[in-house]
């Protein structure tokens, strides 16, 4: 019989399932290993199933584990949100785990972040940020309540819906020769250098998307996982740059780089994604209806 599984249990298997290792898990949760791992091998006694396959020390969440992770996540949320039943003040409740990608993470959420707090006043958000490949992982595996990137993705898994969007542009070192020029052809970048993002990065994405289709031949001088990496070295003069104008923003302004007009639509859409087994709880709710909302609040 399953009615013995307690909220407890299902706490720590998804805190298992964020941290992969028992004693991180434990040191999060601050109970003893001893404590969560006897804690988990009662609930996969109750359920007749092992929920993660033990590979090098590490727990890794298996089919069964994965059946199970959207339902645990469903019914912890519900029980935070018994409180708010009885608030009279109708405030919002629970911690709101967003991910964002490098040009929104910097440039976007901090702005959205801070009207949000204003308008709601509350406060428990945590913002992760890195590139889009790995925030769309991480919301997969449940370590994400709600992405916001620069990429569309086609993860089964994922639902996405645009909330904004922002213009890409491509820029050069201030001295080099094209700056002189009042429209720049894209034959002009034939067998030119350029500095990218990592693999799974929007801009990247953007580029080799609307960019590099329309060059017979270009190089990859650097792969960089910073956008202040790849400005200084655009500045340095080791090659072109292709981001987004409110992350060169600044670098534009004092004149580091320079922007280049070329004859491209480089306008590119912000995407919200969450899971689409996601339980959305009146938090999570709410934000979402205001990323749609912003930035006309």
Known sequence: MLTHITLRQLHIFTMVTRNSTLTEASEELCLSKAAVSMALSELEKQLGHALFDRVNHRLVLNQEGRKLLPLADELLNRANNIDQLFDHENRLHGQLRIGASDTIGNQVAPYLLSQFRQRYQHSTQTLFISNSAQICQKLVDYELDIALIEGKTLHPALVSKQFSQDEMCIICSPGHPLTKKSKVQLSEFENSNWLLREAGSGSREFFLRTVAPRLE????????????SLINS????????????LAAKAALQDGRVVQLPVPLDMRRRFWLLVHKEKYQNPLLKCFIQFCFEWPSQ
Request: net charge negative.
């Open 234 to 245: 655009v500045s340095a003069g080791l090659g072109f740059g292709c981001l987004s104008q």
């Open 217 to 228: 031949r270009w190089h990859e001088s650097f792969e960089l996982n910073t956008t202040e």
